[in-house]
């Protein structure tokens, strides 16, 4: 199949809904001649922060001489966007190859059916182990002991966080979540990595660790993290300092991210990494919709937060982005999220809100959010469409002002495309970056 067949076919796959279970997968990777055995993984799960854990550890690398692979979700701009080498998305031959492939061997799987995400990570998996990566990052889709994601061995766990979010599938507790999270990591693995964990998940965590016989360092302790003026940010593993790092990464929590995929990289190098590559590599690397500026007039932030808990870290997070700046919001929820959390979480930090909703069949209706907003005191109108709503808050936040995309990306997959258009982005973001690689994704994808 071509490069649109192969889209149509993953497109066509989202009415099997989302299954978990690990049988089909061990069969699909089995009929694919088990492709990615023998490579290093880095497994990355946790509530928030995986996707920017995972581009940064396989920046880190790369830069590092080693050719990596990441595989990521969910997309903002396209499909090929979850799948990249060496930091450039998957060229559109290598994905109608791969696709190719995973669709013939379908067959082999027990009643010939597989859902999307299981597709898009065989794909992922396959068009890697192609490509002769020499290691693998990817992140969890959701949880990790039945997500589709572990088939692979990893050689390195990274847990980014363990909050209360799924918990109808995951769990009510956060034990109960950390267990399913930990669950990719072999009995025994002395290379897991924990990131800055708040102190009712690390009680959660720290039995599971003992009982499986797991170790390895933690941000806040073998791994220690320091801002300084600036954007300067200090980060200190057992291999060493990394001193004063000039990086454009920006909030306590994202720099905890870089701190664990610090962490990660120097687990799979086995010694420590250089700072210079570091900064240049997290300075160079795209992040689409994880704390993206679009410097404009208006600015616009763009941010993936979609639960509490990422909701109050992007809100304490957004001072040191605007200064005295209080955003006009546009904001889209879907259904199954935690609404009334993620308002309370955003309220103080915006000036008024445009609610809408996004193009997904499972949103919720922008009225419940809107009033959700507005006992919190936050002015709001409701705006149909997004494009809409983003013209309306542009408008309402002035030339001079801000205006923020959050509460799901969904919304932000409406509204990058417009934004970018709009303006230009500055180095925490470079999702225009990949309109122009189409030259050195062929050559480097060998497709």
Avoid at 4 to 23: H, N, P, S
Avoid at 305 to 326: F, Q, S, V, W
Wanted: net charge negative; proline share 5%.
């Amino acid at each position: 199949m071509d490069h649109g067949a192969a889209v149509r076919w993953i497109e066509g796959l989202d009415r099997m809904g989302m299954k978990f279970g690990l049988e089909r997968m061990q069969a699909l990777m089995s009929a694919l001649g088990q492709p990615v055995a023998g490579i290093p993984a880095v497994h990355v799960v946790g509530t928030n922060g995986k996707s920017s854990v995972t581009r940064m550890t396989a920046a880190i690398l790369a830069a590092h001489g080693v050719r990596t692979g990441a595989y990521l979700s969910p997309h903002i701009t396209g499909w090929g966007e979850r799948i990249a080498l060496d930091g450039v998305d998957i060229s559109p031959g290598a994905f109608a190859h791969a696709a190719s492939r995973v669709s013939d061997a379908v067959r082999g799987v027990p009643g010939g059916a597989i859902t999307q995400f299981e597709a898009l990570t065989a794909v992922a998996l396959d068009a890697l182990c192609t490509a002769r990566a020499e290691v693998i990052v990817l992140e969890a889709g959701l949880g990790g002991r039945l997500d589709a994601t572990n088939v692979v061995d990893a050689d390195v766990v990274a847990v980014t966080g363990v909050d209360l979010d799924h918990t109808d599938l995951l769990g009510e507790t956060l034990p109960q979540i950390a267990a399913e999270k930990l669950a990719v990591a072999r009995d025994g693995l002395s290379a897991v990595l924990l990131g800055p964990l708040a102190p009712d998940a690390r009680d959660a965590v720290a039995p599971i660790m003992a009982r499986r016989g797991l170790s390895g360092w933690a941000v806040g302790q073998e791994i220690a993290v320091r801002s300084g003026n600036g954007l300067l940010v200090t980060i200190s593993t057992p291999n060493g300092a990394l001193a004063d790092m000039d990086i454009p990464v920006h909030g306590d929590w994202q720099r905890g991210n870089l701190a664990l995929a610090v962490g990660a990289a120097e687990q799979v190098l086995g010694r420590g990494v250089d700072r210079d590559r570091v900064e240049r590599a997290i300075r160079e690397m795209r992040n689409p919709g994880r704390l993206q500026i679009i410097l404009g007039s208006p600015i616009i932030v763009l941010d993936g937060a979609h639960n509490p808990a990422g909701a109050a870290a992007l809100a304490a997070t957004l001072p040191e982005i605007l200064g005295d700046i209080r955003p006009v919001a546009v904001i889209g929820m879907m259904a199954d999220k935690d609404a009334s959390g993620i308002c309370e979480a955003l309220a103080p930090a915006i000036s008024a809100a445009c609610v809408t909703r996004a193009s997904s069949g499972r949103a919720i209706r922008p009225e419940f959010i809107a009033r959700m907003l507005e006992i919190r005191g936050v002015p709001v109108q409701v705006v149909p469409g997004p494009a809409r709503a983003l013209e309306r808050a542009c408008l309402d936040a002035g030339p001079d002002g801000a205006v923020l995309v959050a509460g799901s990306l969904h919304l932000l997959s409406d509204l990058a495309p417009i934004a970018v258009a709009s303006g230009s982005e500055n180095a925490s973001g470079r999702l225009a970056a990949a309109h122009g690689r189409d030259a050195s994704a062929e050559e480097i994808w060998g497709q």
